[in-house]
């Protein structure tokens, strides 16, 4: 791997490397992604301020949903075909979309 491919898949953010959102999604579907993830990170910090364990697992799932979505967890998204990829991410925003 070169250099190049290191900074297009990672990033690093206070020295802690994190993986970047697979590139090739469509913009409205990373728009749609990263509003359930905006909900999601907002939801547990809400739920964990009421003290609300359902609610922070709730909020967690949210968040995880949309982080596999945008190919931040799970599978690396490069070592797979991009259809793939990108059905992945159609298939996580129907799941969250069952949660409104």
Do not use: F, N, Q
Not at 63 to 91: C, N, Q, S, T
């Amino acid at each position: 791997m070169t250099h190049a491919d290191d900074d297009a898949r990672w990033m690093v953010i206070g020295g802690r490397r994190w993986r970047r959102t697979d590139p090739c999604l469509p913009a409205d579907l990373v728009e749609a992604l990263k509003s359930h993830l905006g909900r999601g990170r907002s939801g547990v910090g809400v739920a964990k301020r009421a003290g609300d364990t359902d609610a922070v697992a709730a909020a967690r799932t949210r968040v995880g949903l949309a982080k596999h979505g945008l190919g931040e967890r799970g599978p690396y998204w490069w070592d797979e075909p991009e259809a793939d990829r990108i059905a992945r991410a159609r298939e996580a925003l129907a799941e969250l979309e069952k949660l409104e």
